[in-house]
């Protein structure tokens, strides 16, 4: 221990006695036990071994305390009377290469999917069973294992391979893993992913053939077009990294960052191991259904149409907008979806919101207002009318409280004041049961539509012949302020009727999604995260660009993984939780071109599925498990 500034603290247990040592990394195994014979008052001659109590794992007496994947707060075993046997198999009689498991060690199976699905790509595994990755063994790379991370994997997978072993334990392995990569030490829970990108990065690092990394800079000419681009990138990529992994993992993505402001464009091509595809979330799939009011234009019934409509919470407001307009039998274009709140027109839905990003509840009033059909709708506008009545006609700024079901009329423009007034005479007569005379009302603009004072209460509309100013696509937003107090009772005790109606639910099949799904996903255009922005070396500034990804060049093996796993900012849901849509995935002839660049030089873009990892679950902990396909049989690796 002396001249090490961390040494290891391990807790050996020992005839129900557990006490603490202190041990240099570079300690052997053999001296840590003389260490334990002295405290625990046992002969040297002792017959013992050193034992993991999770992996039931014994450790050579020749390796060094870092080789055997010992890390602090490690807590092991000595026992006594035993001499070291091999626990690394067991062997059976009969099995073919291929159909060997590994032991879970330890909440290893993250890690055991992974390697069973490695050890079924073709390629890859014959470059290990045969040793031909021994002539490329890099122990020189400092961001490498030393070769080490290479050599126990191909232990595993020679192991796997042998015909001769029915189970397999990779303890080995996952000590010299745990080596240079601390965080995959000990036995917490891990991600297949993560790990999956770490291991592959650790090979090519052992395996790089590239001794001396040149300094390459980077590619900064506009004036190639993407082709040109695209192969002077990779060539560059090349100059420092060359290895198996390279050649049958690796592809390339082309990159298109516009700026919102300048629009200008930047593309890079950058390497790849995986795509990271984003899953709609569960809920996206699923199905709600809304109590929507309709207001039909001319109403002279003065009633409200009331029916319960189900969408999919994936779907546009135009989709439901769609489906209310083919059970009315009227146009789409006549329809208008608003939130009514507290008898006011809370917001009006544009055609292209996506129904779940509108936080809307079962109990959200929302109602389709429909408009006559309009052939120049450049000169068409739309108006919304709360009808409000004074509190008190005491006090300087009277205040106006909300009463009834807004409702909404559209007018052509140019609009005069007079124009309004008698439109919403007309519009009102079936309310009052008869003609109004002398308007017994005001018209004012809504207080969202003052920008004079903050305590506006909405500026009156002249009765007049002076056009209004009326909003190029927008709604205005008025308020009628009965100004003859029997009008305004009589309006306040003529209620809306309402006619209810059975619309046909549509059922929820539960299908989720196509793998395609998430490749469109992954190249839809997207505007980056105010945490992620991107600095316009034009405008000088961080912006948040959007961002365009296609693929350029396809690797010979394609990892697609599935991001099913959300994680929030808020406290209460630190820990995130996992998309569960089913997504359904070929098993032959998946065609990846519709996601390629479109002057992409065309190859080999149809893959076939070999293997898959699975998770059971959630966030806080799961199981993985792995299938693979073995000469035209699919294995479920499941080392539970």
């Given at each position: 221990v002396h001249g090490e500034f961390y040494?290891?603290?391990?807790?050996?247990?020992?005839?129900?006695?557990?006490?603490?040592?202190?041990?240099?990394?570079?300690?052997?195994?053999?001296?840590?036990?003389?260490?334990?014979?002295?405290?625990?008052n046992l002969p040297p001659t002792q017959q013992a071994v050193l034992l993991d109590p999770v992996s039931n794992d014994s450790y050579e007496d020749a390796e060094t305390v870092a080789d055997a994947g010992l890390f602090d707060g490690h807590t092991l075993k000595l026992q006594t009377g035993a001499t070291k046997q091999s626990q690394q198999s067991v062997v059976a009689q009969g099995v073919a290469g291929g159909w060997c498991g590994l032991y879970n060690i330890g909440n290893t199976c993250f890690m055991n999917a992974v390697l069973q699905c490695l050890a079924h790509a073709p390629l890859v595994r014959d470059y290990f069973l045969h040793n031909d990755y021994t002539k490329d063994l890099n122990r020189r790379n400092p961001l490498g294992c030393k070769g080490d991370l290479a050599r126990e994997y191909a232990k595993l997978t020679q192991s796997l391979w042998t015909g001769q072993l029915e189970a397999f334990r990779p303890s080995k392995f996952k000590a010299t893993l745990g080596r240079f990569a601390p965080q995959f030490t000990g036995y917490q829970q891990q991600d297949a992913q993560e790990f999956l990108v770490f291991l592959l990065d650790g090979l090519h690092e052992d395996l790089n053939l590239v001794k001396e990394k040149p300094i390459v800079p980077p590619l900064d000419d506009e004036t190639l077009n993407d082709a040109d681009s695209a192969q002077r990138s990779w060539e560059r990529h090349l100059l420092r990294n060359q290895s198996v992994i390279v050649q049958y993992f690796q592809g390339q993505l082309r990159s298109e960052i516009e700026c919102p402001d300048c629009h200008r464009v930047s593309i890079t091509f950058d390497p790849f191991v995986n795509l990271s595809v984003p899953v709609q979330h569960s809920e996206s799939s699923a199905r709600k259904a809304f109590d929507i009011l309709v207001m039909r234009d001319p109403n002279p019934t003065n009633t409200l149409t009331e029916g319960r409509w189900q969408v999919c919470v994936s779907d546009s407001v135009g989709m439901l907008r769609d489906k209310i307009a083919s059970f009315l039998r009227v146009p789409p274009t006549t329809l208008i979806l608003a939130e009514i709140f507290a008898a006011d027109v809370h917001r009006v839905f544009s055609e292209t919101a996506i129904i779940q990003n509108l936080w809307l509840s079962p109990t959200t009033k929302i109602c389709a207002y429909e408009v006559p059909e309009c052939e120049n709708t450049s000169s068409y506008y739309c108006?919304?009318?709360?009808?409000?009545?004074?509190?008190?006609?005491?006090?300087?700024?009277?205040?106006?409280?909300?009463?009834?079901?807004?409702?909404?009329?559209?007018?052509?423009?140019?609009?005069?004041?007079?124009?309004?007034?008698?439109?919403?005479?007309?519009?009102?007569?079936?309310?009052?049961?008869?003609?109004?005379?002398?308007?017994?009302?005001?018209?004012?603009?809504?207080?969202?539509?003052?920008?004079?004072?903050?305590?506006?209460?909405?500026?009156?509309?002249?009765?007049?012949?002076?056009?209004?100013?009326?909003?190029?696509?927008?709604?205005?937003?008025?308020?009628?302020?009965?100004?003859?107090?029997?009008?305004?009772?009589?309006?306040?005790?003529?209620?809306?009727?309402?006619?209810?109606?059975?619309?046909?639910?549509?059922?929820?099949?539960?299908?989720?999604?196509?793998?395609?799904?998430?490749?469109?996903?992954?190249?839809?255009?997207?505007?980056?995260?105010?945490?992620?922005?991107?600095?316009?070396?034009?405008?000088?500034?961080?912006?948040?660009?959007?961002?365009?990804?296609h693929v350029w060049r396809l690797p010979h093996f394609l990892i697609v993984h599935l991001k099913r796993f959300q994680y929030s900012s808020s406290v209460a849901r630190q820990r995130g939780n996992k998309i569960r849509t089913p997504v359904d995935f070929p098993l032959h002839g998946f065609d990846v071109a519709p996601w390629m660049a479109a002057s992409t030089p065309r190859t080999r873009t149809i893959y076939d599925l070999f293997a898959v990892v699975n998770h059971t679950g959630n966030t806080y902990g799961g199981h993985y498990t792995a299938l693979c396909l073995q000469d035209g049989v699919w294995l479920c690796c499941d080392d539970s």
């Amino acid at each position: 221990v002396h001249g090490e500034f961390y040494p290891l603290q391990l807790k050996v247990e020992y005839n129900s006695k557990v006490v603490e040592v202190e041990v240099s990394r570079k300690a052997s195994v053999q001296s840590v036990k003389a260490q334990l014979f002295s405290i625990f008052n046992l002969p040297p001659t002792q017959q013992a071994v050193l034992l993991d109590p999770v992996s039931n794992d014994s450790y050579e007496d020749a390796e060094t305390v870092a080789d055997a994947g010992l890390f602090d707060g490690h807590t092991l075993k000595l026992q006594t009377g035993a001499t070291k046997q091999s626990q690394q198999s067991v062997v059976a009689q009969g099995v073919a290469g291929g159909w060997c498991g590994l032991y879970n060690i330890g909440n290893t199976c993250f890690m055991n999917a992974v390697l069973q699905c490695l050890a079924h790509a073709p390629l890859v595994r014959d470059y290990f069973l045969h040793n031909d990755y021994t002539k490329d063994l890099n122990r020189r790379n400092p961001l490498g294992c030393k070769g080490d991370l290479a050599r126990e994997y191909a232990k595993l997978t020679q192991s796997l391979w042998t015909g001769q072993l029915e189970a397999f334990r990779p303890s080995k392995f996952k000590a010299t893993l745990g080596r240079f990569a601390p965080q995959f030490t000990g036995y917490q829970q891990q991600d297949a992913q993560e790990f999956l990108v770490f291991l592959l990065d650790g090979l090519h690092e052992d395996l790089n053939l590239v001794k001396e990394k040149p300094i390459v800079p980077p590619l900064d000419d506009e004036t190639l077009n993407d082709a040109d681009s695209a192969q002077r990138s990779w060539e560059r990529h090349l100059l420092r990294n060359q290895s198996v992994i390279v050649q049958y993992f690796q592809g390339q993505l082309r990159s298109e960052i516009e700026c919102p402001d300048c629009h200008r464009v930047s593309i890079t091509f950058d390497p790849f191991v995986n795509l990271s595809v984003p899953v709609q979330h569960s809920e996206s799939s699923a199905r709600k259904a809304f109590d929507i009011l309709v207001m039909r234009d001319p109403n002279p019934t003065n009633t409200l149409t009331e029916g319960r409509w189900q969408v999919c919470v994936s779907d546009s407001v135009g989709m439901l907008r769609d489906k209310i307009a083919s059970f009315l039998r009227v146009p789409p274009t006549t329809l208008i979806l608003a939130e009514i709140f507290a008898a006011d027109v809370h917001r009006v839905f544009s055609e292209t919101a996506i129904i779940q990003n509108l936080w809307l509840s079962p109990t959200t009033k929302i109602c389709a207002y429909e408009v006559p059909e309009c052939e120049n709708t450049s000169s068409y506008y739309c108006v919304t009318f709360s009808l409000k009545r004074l509190v008190s006609r005491k006090l300087p700024h009277q205040r106006a409280a909300s009463m009834h079901w807004p409702f909404l009329v559209g007018m052509h423009s140019p609009a005069t004041g007079r124009h309004l007034y008698d439109l919403i005479a007309r519009k009102l007569e079936a309310r009052l049961g008869y003609d109004p005379q002398n308007y017994p009302f005001v018209i004012k603009t809504a207080r969202t539509e003052c920008f004079h004072h903050s305590r506006c209460d909405g500026c009156p509309v002249p009765c007049n012949d002076a056009l209004l100013p009326l909003k190029r696509k927008t709604l205005t937003n008025m308020q009628i302020i009965w100004t003859s107090e029997s009008t305004m009772l009589h309006i306040e005790r003529t209620p809306w009727l309402v006619s209810h109606v059975n619309v046909p639910l549509e059922k929820d099949n539960g299908e989720g999604i196509a793998l395609a799904d998430c490749m469109h996903l992954f190249t839809t255009r997207e505007q980056l995260s105010p945490s992620n922005e991107w600095y316009c070396p034009q405008c000088k500034l961080h912006k948040r660009a959007f961002k365009t990804l296609h693929v350029w060049r396809l690797p010979h093996f394609l990892i697609v993984h599935l991001k099913r796993f959300q994680y929030s900012s808020s406290v209460a849901r630190q820990r995130g939780n996992k998309i569960r849509t089913p997504v359904d995935f070929p098993l032959h002839g998946f065609d990846v071109a519709p996601w390629m660049a479109a002057s992409t030089p065309r190859t080999r873009t149809i893959y076939d599925l070999f293997a898959v990892v699975n998770h059971t679950g959630n966030t806080y902990g799961g199981h993985y498990t792995a299938l693979c396909l073995q000469d035209g049989v699919w294995l479920c690796c499941d080392d539970s």
